[in-house]
């Protein structure tokens, strides 16, 4: 018997007809949408271009139609997904929500919550965050200090979330807070969902290397946030955090961050694909469709009520290689620099903003050393 | 896995988990042939699982034999199963009777005229043990084969780094039959990349099964190696490569179970397996180049001893990379289909795997 | 590293060091001149050091450029300081007298006639400073090269990922003369690459430093993180990356101090750098691929925000990584050379060096 | 300043003679060598190859002459090894004389010790191997259980050494063992000069994963040796065996084990080097370049006197990355299945052998994870 469940599983013939309808819609929407920017895929934040989405219903599209959900399949789900991510369409603003927050309020939140906010997530006008690192706690996410205590009207919210992506353009965060000691580490943290309009939030945009202000630092000064914020239980929020990050580790976009470069990298090297550019395209391309086959494998897998932490967290591992080593690939067979200017080629300017963005791939969502060290014990290494 | 295919797989794997230890490995290469095993392979149907029911066969796919040939690779059977299997396939679609017994499998090159080739049929697998050998020789209009009874041959025996037999068989006239086949012309190195990779897929399995069990047991500095952090990210990473493999492997045999006949050989035609069966050989062949030397770095010097079961896998994956063509010959052949494809239609082509 | 070259690394270190902190690299960024760093360093002579006394320099060597090149790098001197060298050098050689001030070079295309170019310059480095422009035009014969003002060139900004201007200037007239040099048609790759190597050697020392200094500092799970396994082993594959990569950059360095002009250019040449530089752009290159990488590793996000100073370096590295030549373009060229040589030649090309 | 004392030297021009004397005597000695023995370069056994090395000095060529030495220099030395090396010499019967032990009794031999082993090495008469590892004992060689206990005629030892190369030919053992107590661990340790042929010793060869006899298993069992058998002193093994390892991790072994395959390669790609066999074959040759300068200038710092333990380190990590992945780069060029046996090209049979080999080389002499340790540490990882 094989260790891991992954198997050769197709997408059912029923999302062919979906696909063409997601590549129909996204010729027509972005079509003059240009290549630079879709470097940008999932940090890409257009508001608009999500209302056309939920306007296909498109977003929760998994999601009880009492929600505003479709009540589609999650494989349907993934169809609309990796199309979107290998057009490199701008789906950041909605993006945490139809893919985290949603789900979790779901899970966990109450009948209020859940009555309030999905519909609105599934019509493209609730936006969502998650505060999770603080400048103290990266990897080590048990010991953030960020702190809620009660009050006689809700809760009274102290600290600092960074690396917050998309904060800026957010009405929710989704935040991970201590609401018993430190002591207890993995006890005493709950969720809440915060509305970042609240008085004692501040917001502020971190500049990244390349320029760009994709996440933001939210400091929580004596923020009073109301009772029913909490989502699940109080103490709950470790368990609740961990499952969820575990079944977010394999989906398409764990390969699909580069993918805007490989088309542009295809075309560049098409009029003269010598032996080199060959099988170093063919490569790529083999790992490409390998990675969807086991990310597929995994979306089959949820679908049928199983738990494959040990085969999410082994995608994303994969998968990040994979999409960091991309930029170098292109570099190494056109001998051209890498530039955001105006002046750039679509090659130059994807490969300059891919190339910037690359090394985040194995930080994100967890360091490569703390994932490896999870797929280690769900090895049975002890 | 379906339920057929996980009951398969537990069948074969408990054959040959029982008979295979590293003793009978290490008697295999000194040239024992076990001959009660390959008895018991042949009497369950194994060989002949994914044949028509005309030609002798139980009608299941390649997707069937994945199953048999990745428990050939997990055990490392010493016999020519995944050969037999091929050349049956190869005779089946030709139209010969498959015979009973061991096959081989060939390639020639034609003659100048096209028509006739040498007596010569280099590196046949098991060459000193079977009964016949599939010879297959490409020519412009697709494949010609030819069923070629090995009594009467001289062998030279020869052998991979695995020391699995690769014969060379002088045959004693130059009589061969050709017959035309609607196979196309690189058949042979299609379905034997894609049954290596099975065989590759099952033995990269293995050795990540014998990596954490030996990090769990062994000892240094007051503690199993296998707590310490540098190992675990090691094996980490050797986890992903045996997944990719085995998935890899897997599609490859689901997409040539899917084929239609008319499209097979094409890379880059739809429901051609030629992609899925390159996109195997590519990725299997990486992890058996990175897999092994993370075992062996996690192994030590224990696992560089003969006594040791480690390598009876380790060298059958540094030999099969290169059978049935290098994961960089087919990487050029798929990356000359992206190519062709360009860069929009490149997601297409991916997407309707 | 002898006696004049530590005190010239000291000197040249205590200038920047003290100059430039990641404020003023922000600064830089946004389009600030640091005239008084620029006449600290045009007035100390180090621009033509490397010249011949009778071109006004003080007749040291490309070693000694080597130095001054990757201070550069260590400290991401945001100065046309490498580019000014290079012009200056070319325009030496073809016996201009070097004008003084920061300069550029540029190459330009011949025309189908082969004597004339376009009134453009491509990626100018820092063309909106520059005094005057080196232009190099390679013809069949081996380079022709001008001397051209900037004053009266209408400026298309650019910049390379490192926000360093590479700018495009439209000549006001179409009336440059062109000399003919005994330099070989591609010394403008051929000095950049080695300059640039020199500067990535010193930017990989940087980006080490700050990462050995940062694992130390930064405490997660009760201890600095530097003394968990994994970055040790992380940093230890970086000290590598950066020991080559320094090593490779100097020894293309004393290759081309020493050379005879005469064989300048042709890579298997005894006696001609170019085989040293080309494995510098190769080795440096390599570890301007993988050493950022392991650097923003270890750094988490911090690393990744504009304030902290570890991008000034890593950006550079990625954007001169192409610049001069890809090192898999300049492997290729070794590549033929190894190729053309033979196996039994290969040793004497290695340890002719 | 740099953190690394790599300089840019070469090696003496003086050297350039010496070196025209070595290939010239390989080119006769070796004439008739097959490709596929020289894959086995210094754990090639040739005791009439190493008669002849010894009759024109080279070996212990830098050691008094009063000891049957050369008094020639470190990098005339240099000359020689590398030379062998690139040829695939047979060089391994006095490989461990020459490179370890006499060195060792230089350092820390009596006088007797000296006079009576030094000039039978130089003249290749007296083989040696080292008894480090045990059966428990790998990366952790301070839990070694093998002791010495001190007896009235000497010294009786007790335990088992393994992976000892070149065992079965040799004449003596330098060996580490315990001489008090192992709560100490790194003190108590003791060297000595065991001569093989004492009663009480077993040595049985361990045949590897290729089928070959390179290293052995010795069994001490209750084993009489001479008073005089101890080296340097009692309790001092530790300090004398760590500062041997530290400076011989950069040799030009360090990145030629490979050497044979790349001339294979190159011969067996030059008729059609296309794109991929140029940029490829380009790569290896700058970095085979880059590692001779870098253990070239670790030779230079030694000849100088100064303690290069750090860059030496260095080369041993980077130099085994190298090795290590040339059989891979081979088999990527050349579609052709590795073959040991006589029918075989040379190029198959080169890489047949060195591919079952080349996992051997981030584990001799120390595991990569322990050396990649030493390398932060002296990076100033604490």
Known sequence: MSRFRFGA?????????????????????????????????????????????????????????????????????????????AAGAPVAAHWIGDRQSGPLLLRYGTETQRAAILPRICRGEAFFCIGMSEPDSGSDLASIRTRAERTERGWRVTGTKVWTTGAQHCEYMIALVRTAPSAQRHAGLSQFLIPLASPGITVRPIRDLAGNEHFCEVVFDDAEIPADALVGSEGNGWAQVMAELAYERSGPERYL????????????????????????????????????????????????????????????????????????????????EPCTDPSGTPFAQVLGELMQNAPSFSLRGGTREILRGIIARGLGLR | MNETRRLLDDTVTRLFAESLDAERLAAAERGVWFEALWNAVESTGLLRAHLDETAGGAGASWHEAFVIARACGRHAVPLPVVETMLAGYLAARAGFEVPPGPLGVAVVAADDAGAKASRLLHRVPWGRRVSHVVAAMPVAAGLHLALVPAAGAEVSRGHNVAREPRDTL?????????????????????????????????????????????????????????????????LARLAGLVAAAGTAAECAARAASEARASAIGEVGATGDPAFEIACAKVVVGEAAEHGPRIAHQVHGAIGFTYEHRLHFFTRRLWAWR????????WAERLGAVALAAGGPRLWPLVTAR
């Open chain 2, 322 to 329: 290169a059978e049935f063509g290098t994961p960089e010959t």
């Open chain 2, 170 to 234: 002088a045959l004693p006239a130059n009589d061969v039959r050709w017959r035309a086949t609607p196979l196309p012309a690189d058949a042979v190195s299609l379905y034997g990349a894609l049954l290596r990779s099975a065989q590759m897929a099952g033995a990269l399995e293995t050795i990540l099964e014998l990596s954490v069990g030996y990090a769990n047991d062994r000892v240094q500095f007051g503690r199993p190696i296998g707590q310490f952090q540098a190992i675990q990210q090691e």
């Open chain 1, 257 to 336: 961050s580069c993918y805007p470069l490989l088309t542009q990298l295809v075309d560049a090297r098409r009029a003269d694909g010598d032996a080199r550019a060959r099988t170093a395209i063919g490569r790529q391309v083999a790992w490409l469709a390998t990675l969807r086959s086991m990310s597929i494998a995994v979306a089959h897998l949820l679908d049928a009520g199983e738990h494959p932490a040990l085969e999410a967290a082994v995608v994303k591992d994969v998968g990040a290689v994979f999409e960091q080593d991309l930029p170098g690939v292109a570099q190494s067979l056109v001998d051209l």
């Open chain 1, 9 to 85: 599983e197709r997408l059912p013939a029923a999302c062919a007809r979906l696909r063409e309808e997601v590549r129909a819609f996204l010729d027509e929407t972005l079509a003059d949408y240009p290549a630079q920017r879709r470097a940008y895929t999932w940090t890409g934040w257009d508001a608009a271009f999500t209302a056309k989405v939920a306007a296909r219903g498109w977003i929760g599209m998994t999601w009880p139609r009492r929600y505003g959900g479709g009540e589609r399949s999650a494989l349907e789900r993934y169809v609309v997904l990796e199309e979107m991510l």
